[in-house]
Nanobody
Framework: QVQVVESGGGLVQAGGSLRLSCEVSGSIGSIDAMGWYRQAPGNQRESVAV????????YSDSVKRRFLIFRTNAAANTVYLQMNSLKPEDTAVYYCNAQVVGRSGKWGDYWGQGTQVTVSS
């Protein structure tokens, strides 16, 4: 079993900052990639920021230069999303995703329960 748990959402005024965290635990052999996705009401889930096990990152155009995905060390099972200069259009439920190879050797795609981010104007 693999668990993905997010934390750090909340309500913030436009121009403010929030930091989300995501921890992966359980029967983990290795983590191929971790990333953040978001879904606003009436919209499809979209990719926000992704980091591979090698540290490569990819951001959606809408958050480039405002959001940063990082981890404290290469072996960490926790990634963070630092969100700066937040805009009302960033309001959404943010989900963490982890692509994990379990100790059994089986690959899996795992999602957290989501955390609400609301940016007021």
């Amino acid at each position: 079993q693999v668990q993905v748990v997010e934390s750090g959402g909340g309500l913030v005024q436009a121009g403010g900052s929030l930091r989300l965290s995501c921890e992966v635990s359980g029967s983990i052999g290795s983590i191929d990639a971790m990333g953040w996705y978001r879904q606003a009401p009436g919209n499809q889930r979209e990719s926000v920021a992704v980091m591979t096990s090698g540290g490569a990152t990819n951001y959606s155009d809408s958050v480039k230069r405002r959001f940063l995905i990082f981890r404290t060390n290469a072996a960490a099972n926790t990634v963070y999303l630092q969100m700066n200069s937040l805009k009302p259009e960033d309001t959404a439920v943010y989900y963490c995703n982890a692509q994990v190879v379990g100790r059994s050797g089986k690959w899996g795609d795992y999602w957290g329960q989501g955390t609400q981010v609301t940016v007021s104007s």
